[in-house]
C-alpha cells in the first residue's frame, strides 16, 4: 500500500511538472524582434576538384537598438574545411575565421531602421558524398545559416545546374543556375540536395562530407516501477497534445495568413557584377618553378602563385564592358594578371510591408543567442558536413551576448583574420 502511495503521489507531480513545462513552451512570444533578414543569397559554383565557390549576399535590417547598435555577426558556414575567404563589400571591416564559423566585423556600428548589406566569398570543400543514395552517383547536400531569434524574408540559394542529374526540392532553372527559394520563421532550416555522376567532378573519398548521423542508444530496466512513470508520461503527453492541438493549428494558421504565402520565387532580381583583379608570380616564390596557365597554384610543390586579388570596381578598369560575363579573362599587356568575373542575382528589395508584415507581430528569441551559438551550433552541427548552422548574436550591449558573456575575449583566440580590401 505504502509503495502504491507512492508511486501515485511520483507520478502527480511529475504529470504537474510537465503540464507547466508544456504550456509555458505552448504560449508564443510576442515581444517585438531585435533584427530582420530581407534577403540572403548564396550563389554557388562547383569547381574541377569537387570543391564550392561560393558567395553570399545578406541584407540585414536593425528594428530596435535599445539594445546597443549591431557591430557583428557569428554566421555558421558548413565546415572548418573552407580557404580564401574575401570580403566583397565595404561593410565589412574584417572577417575571423573560427573553423565552423565566421565572425564577421562591421564598419561600423548599425542603428534602427538601418540596414546592411554584407557580402563576402570563399572556396568550401568536404561537401559531398560518393554513393550516397545510388551507386555511381555523389550528393552534396546544404543547409544554409539559419538565426534562431529572427525570420529570414527571402533566402535563395543559386547553384549552377552544370552536369547535374537531379536535385531536391524542386526549384525554377534560369541563366544557368537552379534557384531553390524560400522564407524561415525564427530558428527553421531549409535543405537541398543535387545530384551529379561520379565522373563529373574530381571527387575522391577523403573528401567527403561526414554526413553520418548519431543515434542515441537506450538501455532497459527491470523495475516495474520505471515502466509505470514512462508510460504514464507518454499518455499524458498524448492527451495534452490533443487539447491543445487545435489551438497550435489556428495559431499557426493565422501567422501564415498574415504573413502571406509568397515564397520569393516570383520576386525581381538585378544582375550585380563582382571583378577580382588577380596577378599570379612569373615563377614559383618557393620553388622558382614556371606558373602553368590556368593554376592558381604550383603544379611542384603546392605554393600558391597569387601575387595579389582584390575587387576592383568598374570604374577602375580598362574597358570594363569587356567582364561582364562570369569568367576569367587575361587583362593588360601583361600575361600575368587576369579579371576574374562573377555575376550575383539580387533579389530587388521590396517594402517591409510586403516581405513580412507588421514587425510588431514577430516573435524574437534574441535573448537566447548565445547559447544556441555556443551549444547548439558546437553540438549539432560541427558533427555534419553538410550543416552549416548559424545564431545571429550582435556584440556588447546586445541582449544575449554580453548578459551571457558571449562576447568574450576567448571566443575569438585562435582566430584566422581576413581583412577587408
Known sequence: ?????????????????????????????????????????????VNDDASLNMTYHIEWMVLD???????????????????????????IDYIDDNGSSLAIWLDRGYGEDETVTVEFSMTQDHMYQIDKWVEGETVY???PAWFDGMDVDNLYILWNADKAGAWQPDCQETDGYLVFSTSLYAGNTYTMNVVYPNDAFGFTPENQGDGGSGGNGGSSSGFDSFFEVIGGLIALVIALLLMAAPFIILYNFIKLIARGLGFGSNQKTEKKIIRTK?????????????????????????RSMIKSKEVVEEKDIKDPQKY??????????????????????????SSR????????????????????????????????????????CASSGRAGCSVKDFFNEKLHEGRVKVESR
Not at 66 to 85: C, F, M, Q, T
Not at 278 to 297: F, L, T, W
Request: glycine share 6%; charged share 15%; hydrophobic share 35%.
Open 278 to 302: 588577380i596577378e599570379y608570380y612569373d615563377n614559383c616564390p618557393s620553388c622558382g618553378m614556371a606558373r602553368e596557365e590556368g593554376k592558381d597554384s604550383c603544379q611542384y610543390c603546392g
Open 353 to 392: 510591408a510586403s516581405s513580412g508584415g507588421s514587425s510588431s507581430s514577430r516573435a524574437s528569441h534574441h535573448s537566447s543567442c548565445a547559447s544556441s551559438c555556443a551549444s547548439s551550433c558546437a553540438s549539432s552541427c560541427a558533427c555534419a558536413s553538410s550543416c552549416a548552422c548559424a545564431c545571429a
Open 65 to 91: 537598438d535599445s539594445i546597443g547598435e549591431l557591430e557583428w555577426i557569428d554566421l555558421g558556414v558548413p565546415n572548418k574545411y573552407h580557404r580564401d575567404i574575401t570580403p566583397l563589400s565595404d561593410s
Open 324 to 349: 561582364t560575363k562570369k569568367g576569367t579573362y587575361r587583362y593588360g599587356d601583361s600575361g600575368n594578371t587576369y579579371i576574374s568575373v562573377n555575376v550575383v542575382h539580387v533579389p530587388v528589395r
Open 1 to 45: 500500500m505504502k509503495s502504491f502511495v507512492t508511486r501515485s503521489v511520483s507520478l502527480i507531480v511529475i504529470a504537474a511538472i510537465v503540464l507547466l513545462a508544456f504550456f509555458a513552451s505552448a504560449v508564443p512570444t510576442y515581444a517585438a524582434p531585435t533584427d530582420e533578414i530581407l534577403n540572403f543569397v548564396i550563389l554557388v559554383d
Open 141 to 143: 547536400t546544404f543547409t
